[in-house]
């Protein structure tokens, strides 16, 4: 493992970019666009911003787009800005509306025979399937490796590969992750594709931090928060924030990760990010508790969110709720303690798939691995399959991985299904999976 994270981090910072995706030329900025007719320009303009991970600059340049060809009747960039524009709104909606979506916007003829088209809607239906269902994404990824291909489009075959790999980890197939993620990054600093080297960067940043490896989390994540800075045009990467403030926690520099957290969450607001907004407070009240400040974890877990879908977010709710009921516990008030019990009940309804609503009374510290036993029971008796049982018993580990619970089951709990899949990696096993990949992949990138 450091012999990897020696090569690639030397290689990111020797390496001298180019322009992967230039800024269009007659391009001025985003006002003017917006009141231009010209209507190839402000498509070039929002793939531009699209391309470097900006949603929210591409956004308004897609709906403009949009509307420009859709009255000069041209169909195909029409088509291209309507897949472009929800996609870049995609953490203002449900991801799996946004998904169901994408998914009708591939069965028009149009879609089924021009290429071009087919591959930018597979390709944004697979960034949004990662949050839902990895199969799915998988799925997604290898028809958009393949067009791509036939097209000649290497970067887009790049970072095909780079996703195909964060399934491939998912799928428990390490050697395949490493070698697949690691080509991607060197792939991507190679072309001058900043956009794409920010996300490999964060998300091998985030495996780092996961199993604490710290130091050499921060040295990736750094390098991509320094990476989106120096392009005026790239979005914010806030996945690199939110794993850098939790490294910062785990090595008890709370006083820095406070500020990377404060400074990320009035970016979040502004771009109404609410999924980062939401993870981002619950840093922040992991900071609050180590630190032993009650004061301000009243004050964090007191906010419903600065827009209505925070306030709206399951997984936001249910946290609130938790720590409001470990905070009345601790300070004698049971009465208010088991007020936030019923609320967070009510909330975990679509968490864990009533994990805690079929045990009344079950409070998250107190979960053992029988109670996970005996939900699974549950769903074999409401005619639940293996493989469905199987994805909600991972929903409810991964939920509960995050509120400090680990090692539930045993590995023989487990359901009984041939396809299985890794979604928690113990420290143990990510050096392992790295010493998997094939040095003379990377030097001869």
């Excluded at 393949?146 to 980890?169: M, P």
């Excluded at 990476?227 to 914010?236: I, P, S, T």
């Excluded at 974890?297 to 938790?322: A, D, H, Y």
């Excluded at 601790?330 to 968490?351: E, K």
Aim: hydrophobic share 40%; aromatic share 8%; with cysteine.
């Amino acid at each position: 493992m450091a012999v990897l994270i020696g090569w690639l981090w030397y290689a990111s910072l020797g390496h001298r970019h180019v322009t992967a995706q230039a800024r269009p030329a007659e391009f001025r900025n985003t006002a003017d666009a917006l009141q231009s007719t010209n209507a190839r320009l402000v498509l070039a303009a929002a793939d531009h911003f699209y391309w470097l991970n900006n949603g929210p600059a591409a956004a308004p340049l897609y709906a403009r787009a949009e509307k420009l060809f859709s009255e000069s009747g041209e169909k195909k960039n029409e088509l291209h800005a309507r897949i472009g524009r929800p996609r870049s709104e995609a953490e203002t909606m449900s991801f799996v509306d946004l998904s169901r979506y994408l998914g009708e916007q591939l069965q028009p003829p149009l879609l089924r025979n021009d290429n071009g088209l087919r591959l930018w809607c597979r390709i944004a239906k697979g960034y949004t399937d990662i949050k839902i269902d990895y199969r799915a994404t998988k799925r997604d990824g290898l028809e958009a490796k393949e067009i791509a291909k036939s097209q000649g489009q290497d970067q887009w075959v790049t970072r095909s590969n780079g996703e195909l790999g964060l399934v491939a980890f998912l799928e428990g197939n390490p050697g395949r992750a490493a070698r697949l993620m690691g080509g991607a990054l060197l792939s991507t600093m190679a072309s001058g594709d900043v956009g794409g080297e920010i996300r490999f960067l964060e998300l091998l940043g985030r495996g780092f931090e996961e199993v604490n490896a710290h130091a050499e989390a921060i040295r990736f994540l750094d390098r991509a928060i320094r990476l989106a800075n120096g392009e005026k045009d790239c979005g914010l990467p806030f996945m690199a924030y939110e794993s850098k403030a939790r490294a910062l926690v785990a090595t008890g520099k709370t006083n820095e990760a406070r500020a990377v957290i404060e400074d990320a969450l009035a970016k979040a607001r502004a771009q109404q990010k609410r999924g980062h907004e939401a993870e981002l407070l619950i840093i922040l009240g992991t900071v609050a508790e180590s630190t032993g400040d009650r004061t301000q974890r009243f004050s964090i877990w007191s906010r419903p969110g600065s827009s209505r879908p925070l306030s709206s977010s399951t997984e936001w709710k249910l946290t609130r709720c938790l720590n409001w009921q470990k905070l009345y516990r601790n300070s004698g008030d049971l009465a208010s303690a088991d007020a936030r019990a019923t609320q967070g009940l009510a909330a975990s309804q679509r968490v864990g798939d009533r994990f805690l609503s079929r045990s009344s009374g079950l409070r998250a510290a107190e979960v053992e691995r029988q109670d996970i036993l005996n939900f699974m029971t549950d769903c074999y008796k409401q005619g639940l399959g293996s493989r469905t049982v199987y994805d909600k018993v991972i929903v409810v580990l991964q939920f509960f991985k995050r509120h400090g619970k680990t090692k539930l089951i045993e590995s023989h709990d487990w359901p009984d299904y041939l396809d299985t899949i890794r979604p928690i990696y113990q420290a143990d096993e990510i050096g392992p999976m790295l010493e998997y990949v094939d040095q003379d992949v990377f030097t001869r990138l």
